[in-house]
């Protein structure tokens, strides 16, 4: 090519850079693309369009008429039919039945938790309780109905306040769904007939109407959805304020689904496509400059990202600060955590920090509900591995839970005041001795009760002598030689030095023998898991000072961890109960089978979710 007709591709970089919008230099006509049009046509690149969905493509409707966009009547009378026929069908008899309903028992008593401070756990992260909570308390509930189980009378308590909640964010619902199909198909009847499916679909009333996460949950799902679609059809106005009203409110959609329950991060999952063909479809418009094309990247990473999870993190800051009293939940969390919940036996206690030898502590499993490090007089019975003493964990507080710290070669009294105090390192081998049996932590070579491939852990010895099978190397999770051991905040795991194995809780219930107490074993997979992790909780050493449990307080940081750990663990630990109604994925889209919502005999008011007709 002769050297006039050669493009100068460093100039369109250097448009790129500057952001002007140049004429390209000419070039002579036998050229076979234009060159007049910045450059963009030879390098295959078209100039930026304004967004448009496929729903537009298919369109078949005819578009209102630029006068009739231009009248409000357009616009707000069908949007006040929908939400007046929305609000009507969801708030309809919304005081029946008088009674608790389905999974109104779990977050209607969700609520009351809130309302009284108390902690508790759920799999779900707390944002859709909390509002119900708050909801109830607004309209005067005073949190003392139990909840216990479906069917019972809500007599004098004031429920109708959580209900009316629910109804009212469910009811939202058709008024989004109806401005979301008119945003992309600019057709009033396409946005009717939506609003019409939902309006009449018993299924979503009937969800609407109950003390349920479902509504709130749909709430931030469809309001996500709306303002994605809201701030795609500003594009064209970048940097306006809708443009950053839509962007920053999909932000704060999204937080809310998330925070209601961990199935909203498919919408997270869905704006954040989107938001990756938009950038896309941004860097491909030669028209921006660099700079233009980073506060577009930015201005997404802030509101679509920084600011959901600033929300996100602030609900559970929240969540920690209104339920700081001692409740059912407390088990389900490490004993650093509990000490900060009023009224728990942790709470501004006073013990000794480092264990030293002559400790008597108790050994807390860190698997969810692990229990305590237990053992009794009952012996194993015959053809359940060596007939020797139990040793289970224990959910609740006992003085058969107490062991004694000794070093394994000494049978000194480490309480002797000529004894020099020596603390418990990382790498010691130790022997727990049973305060209440005076037997000695022991495993061998017999199999676990419950649990195949796993050893046997007994209580063995007579006044703390035994042999050598009770010898047990002390680790602490990250520590080196040498470092000692602190009370609540170290993670710790017990070797037995025999056999190389782990003790560890294994959450399998003993049978009756075993006063149907939590199964422990030494297990030989060395793979580290929360089974086979243990701190000390309580400690009694009368030859060391104490300090107050408040300076072993995990930060707010550890204490978000350890909550989303226990809600990963409780989900992936959820089984079907005996007897109870499941279903398979295949039933789900036909409604394969039915649900009842309520109703305990034939005269009772009864609400039952319909499958299809043929099943």
Same mark, same amino acid.
């Given at each position: 090519?002769?050297?006039?007709?050669?493009?100068?591709?460093?100039?369109?970089?250097?448009?790129?850079?500057?952001?002007?919008?140049?004429?390209?230099?000419?070039?002579?006509?036998?050229?076979?693309?234009?060159?007049?049009?910045?450059?963009?046509?030879?390098?295959?690149?078209?100039?930026?369009?304004?967004?448009?969905?496929?729903?537009?493509?298919?369109?078949?409707?005819?578009?209102?008429?630029?006068?009739?966009?231009?009248?409000?009547?357009?616009?707000?009378?069908?949007?006040?039919?929908?939400?007046?026929?929305?609000?009507?069908?969801?708030?309809?008899?919304?005081?029946?039945?008088?009674?608790?309903?389905?999974?109104?028992?779990?977050?209607?008593?969700?609520?009351?938790?809130?309302?009284?401070?108390?902690?508790?756990?759920?799999?779900?992260?707390?944002?859709?309780?909390?509002?119900?909570?708050?909801?109830?308390?607004?309209?005067?509930?005073?949190?003392?109905?139990?909840?216990?189980?479906?069917?019972?009378?809500?007599?004098?308590?004031?429920?109708?306040?959580?209900?009316?909640?629910?109804?009212?964010?469910?009811?939202?619902?058709?008024?989004?769904?109806?401005?979301?199909?008119?945003?992309?198909?600019?057709?009033?009847?396409?946005?009717?007939?939506?609003?019409?499916?939902?309006?009449?679909?018993?299924?979503?009333?009937?969800?609407?109407?109950?003390?349920?996460?479902?509504?709130?949950?749909?709430?931030?799902?469809?309001?996500?959805?709306?303002?994605?679609?809201?701030?795609?059809?500003?594009?064209?106005?970048?940097?306006?304020?809708?443009?950053?009203?839509?962007?920053?409110?999909?932000?704060?959609?999204?937080?809310?689904?998330?925070?209601?329950?961990?199935?909203?991060?498919?919408?997270?999952?869905?704006?954040?496509?989107?938001?990756?063909?938009?950038?896309?479809?941004?860097?491909?418009?030669?028209?921006?400059?660099?700079?233009?094309?980073?506060?577009?990247?930015?201005?997404?990473?802030?509101?679509?990202?920084?600011?959901?999870?600033?929300?996100?993190?602030?609900?559970?800051?929240?969540?920690?600060?209104?339920?700081?009293?001692?409740?059912?939940?407390?088990?389900?969390?490490?004993?650093?955590?509990?000490?900060?919940?009023?009224?728990?036996?942790?709470?501004?206690?006073?013990?000794?920090?480092?264990?030293?030898?002559?400790?008597?502590?108790?050994?807390?499993?860190?698997?969810? +509900?692990? /229990?305590? %490090?237990?053992?009794?007089?009952?012996?194993?019975?015959?053809?359940? @591995?060596?007939? &020797?003493?139990? $040793? #289970?964990?224990?959910?609740?507080?006992?003085?058969?839970?107490?062991?004694?710290?000794?070093?394994?070669?000494?049978?000194?009294?480490?309480?002797?005041?000529?004894?020099?105090?020596?603390?418990?390192?990382?790498?010691?081998?130790?022997?727990?001795?049973?305060?209440?049996?005076?037997?000695?932590?022991?495993?061998?070579?017999?199999?676990?009760?419950?649990?195949?491939?796993?050893?046997?852990?007994?209580?063995?010895?007579?006044?703390?002598?035994?042999?050598?099978?009770?010898?047990?190397?002390?680790?602490?999770?990250?520590?080196?030689?040498?470092?000692?051991?602190?009370?609540?905040?170290?993670?710790?795991?017990?070797?037995?030095? +025999?056999? /190389?194995? %782990?003790?560890?809780?294994?959450?399998?219930?003993?049978?009756?023998? @075993?006063?149907? &107490?939590?199964? $422990? #074993?030494?297990?030989?997979?060395?793979?580290?898991?929360?089974?086979?992790?243990?701190?000390?909780?309580?400690?009694?050493?009368?030859?060391?000072?104490?300090?107050?449990?408040?300076?072993?307080?995990?930060?707010?940081?550890?204490?978000?961890?350890?909550?989303?750990?226990?809600?990963?663990?409780?989900?992936?630990?959820?089984?079907?109960?005996?007897?109870?109604?499941?279903?398979?994925?295949?039933?789900?889209?036909?409604?394969?089978?039915?649900?009842?919502?309520?109703?305990?005999?034939?005269?009772?008011?009864?609400?039952?979710?319909?499958?299809?007709?043929?099943?």
């Amino acid at each position: 090519m002769p050297s006039d007709e050669r493009l100068h591709f460093p100039w369109c970089f250097a448009h790129r850079l500057s952001g002007c919008r140049q004429e390209a230099p000419l070039v002579r006509a036998r050229m076979p693309l234009a060159a007049n049009e910045n450059c963009q046509a030879v390098l295959g690149l078209r100039q930026r369009k304004p967004p448009r969905l496929a729903s537009e493509a298919a369109f078949t409707g005819s578009p209102p008429s630029p006068s009739a966009l231009r009248s409000p009547d357009w616009f707000w009378t069908p949007l006040g039919l929908v939400a007046f026929l929305s609000f009507t069908t969801r708030f309809y008899s919304l005081r029946e039945p008088p009674h608790v309903c389905w999974d109104e028992t779990h977050f209607g008593k969700m609520g009351s938790y809130y309302i009284n401070r108390t902690f508790f756990f759920d799999v779900h992260p707390p944002l859709g309780k909390m509002l119900i909570g708050l909801a109830g308390y607004l309209s005067g509930y005073n949190g003392t109905f139990p909840f216990q189980k479906p069917g019972d009378k809500y007599e004098q308590h004031n429920y109708i306040g959580m209900r009316g909640f629910c109804a009212f964010l469910g009811s939202c619902l058709i008024p989004f769904c109806y401005l979301t199909v008119l945003e992309l198909s600019k057709s009033l009847p396409a946005a009717m007939l939506a609003a019409a499916l939902l309006i009449f679909d018993t299924g979503c009333i009937t969800l609407s109407q109950y003390i349920l996460l479902d509504p709130i949950l749909m709430f931030f799902l469809m309001g996500a959805v709306l303002s994605m679609v809201k701030y795609n059809s500003c594009s064209s106005k970048s940097f306006s304020a809708p443009w950053w009203f839509w962007l920053s409110l999909t932000g704060m959609n999204l937080a809310g689904a998330v925070g209601v329950k961990f199935v909203g991060l498919f919408v997270v999952l869905l704006v954040g496509l989107n938001t990756i063909y938009d950038l896309w479809e941004l860097l491909g418009d030669l028209s921006f400059s660099l700079v233009t094309l980073g506060k577009h990247f930015l201005a997404r990473v802030l509101c679509l990202i920084v600011l959901p999870l600033a929300l996100y993190t602030s609900l559970f800051a929240v969540h920690f600060a209104v339920l700081n009293r001692s409740g059912p939940g407390d088990g389900f969390f490490s004993s650093g955590f509990q000490s900060r919940l009023i009224g728990n036996n942790l709470h501004n206690m006073s013990v000794p920090e480092y264990l030293a030898y002559g400790s008597v502590i108790t050994m807390k499993n860190l698997r969810m +509900a692990g /229990g305590y %490090l237990h053992s009794h007089w009952h012996l194993y019975p015959e053809g359940v @591995g060596a007939r &020797q003493q139990q $040793v #289970t964990a224990y959910l609740h507080k006992d003085l058969n839970n107490l062991w004694i710290i000794k070093k394994h070669s000494l049978n000194k009294d480490s309480s002797d005041p000529s004894i020099p105090v020596e603390f418990v390192r990382h790498g010691d081998v130790i022997r727990l001795e049973h305060k209440e049996t005076s037997r000695n932590l022991h495993s061998h070579q017999h199999e676990a009760p419950l649990t195949r491939k796993h050893l046997q852990v007994t209580g063995y010895g007579i006044n703390g002598t035994g042999d050598s099978n009770d010898f047990w190397r002390i680790e602490v999770v990250g520590g080196k030689a040498g470092k000692r051991v602190k009370v609540l905040r170290s993670q710790i795991r017990l070797i037995h030095l +025999a056999t /190389g194995c %782990l003790l560890g809780s294994t959450g399998k219930t003993l049978p009756k023998w @075993g006063w149907e &107490q939590v199964e $422990v #074993t030494c297990t030989p997979y060395q793979k580290e898991s929360p089974n086979s992790l243990w701190n000390a909780e309580d400690h009694i050493n009368p030859r060391l000072p104490n300090i107050s449990l408040d300076v072993l307080k995990p930060s707010f940081p550890e204490i978000l961890l350890e909550s989303h750990m226990v809600m990963i663990r409780g989900n992936s630990g959820l089984k079907p109960k005996e007897n109870e109604v499941t279903s398979k994925p295949w039933h789900w889209p036909i409604n394969y089978q039915g649900l009842r919502f309520s109703g305990v005999n034939e005269t009772d008011y009864r609400v039952y979710l319909l499958g299809n007709p043929v099943s």
